[in-house]
């Protein structure tokens, strides 16, 4: 064989084994990451201190999610829930914030007053069913912006626990 032949097949080895490298590197990450998801998901559906604080981060920044965004940790059974890193982009919430988010979580009516701001900031049945009726004659510019309106008060105000 030449030079050049052996010098191909030493360039395609080694991008060969770069790839199962990557490869092999990105799946220990997914691997991580899917038992830290299974983690918060445990910890939240089996303590109720821990969905509480998970409410309570919900209550201050609805797009963030534990075990993605932040991790809540319990190093005992004893022990209070507590956030051990935060990831998001957004600031970490500060004690005397979440305090005050605990208070309201803990609070009775607190879901009441939730699904309450939800509905206000809702377009109304008539908004919607006008721009449903434009819609069927052809001109969608009025659901385009029901729709989007809809979509901001899903993402701002998330229905149910969905803390992990």
């Given at each position: 064989m030449s030079n050049?032949?052996?010098?191909?097949?030493?360039?395609?080895?080694a991008c060969t084994c770069v790839m199962i490298y990557i490869l092999w590197k990105n799946s220990r990450r997914m691997d991580e990451d899917i038992r830290l998801s299974v983690q918060q998901h445990n910890l939240v559906s089996h303590d109720e201190?821990?969905?509480?604080?998970?409410?309570?981060?919900?209550?201050?920044?609805?797009?963030v999610r534990a075990g993605e965004d932040y991790i809540i940790k319990q190093d005992s059974p004893d022990q209070e829930p507590y956030i051990s890193e935060w990831k998001a982009d957004t600031p970490r919430p500060t004690k005397e914030e979440l305090a005050a988010a605990l208070r309201e979580v803990a609070d009775a009516h607190h879901e009441e007053r939730y699904a309450a701001m939800r509905?206000?900031?809702?377009?109304?049945?008539?908004?919607?069913?006008?721009?449903?009726?434009?819609?069927?004659?052809?001109?969608?510019?009025?659901?385009?912006?029901?729709?989007?309106?809809i979509r901001r008060v899903k993402e701002h105000y998330p229905k149910g626990d969905q803390c992990v």
């Amino acid at each position: 064989m030449s030079n050049g032949v052996i010098n191909i097949i030493i360039v395609v080895l080694a991008c060969t084994c770069v790839m199962i490298y990557i490869l092999w590197k990105n799946s220990r990450r997914m691997d991580e990451d899917i038992r830290l998801s299974v983690q918060q998901h445990n910890l939240v559906s089996h303590d109720e201190r821990a969905l509480l604080l998970c409410r309570a981060v919900r209550i201050l920044n609805p797009n963030v999610r534990a075990g993605e965004d932040y991790i809540i940790k319990q190093d005992s059974p004893d022990q209070e829930p507590y956030i051990s890193e935060w990831k998001a982009d957004t600031p970490r919430p500060t004690k005397e914030e979440l305090a005050a988010a605990l208070r309201e979580v803990a609070d009775a009516h607190h879901e009441e007053r939730y699904a309450a701001m939800r509905r206000a900031d809702y377009p109304s049945v008539e908004e919607q069913l006008d721009a449903a009726y434009q819609a069927r004659q052809g001109d969608d510019t009025k659901q385009r912006e029901v729709d989007e309106k809809i979509r901001r008060v899903k993402e701002h105000y998330p229905k149910g626990d969905q803390c992990v």
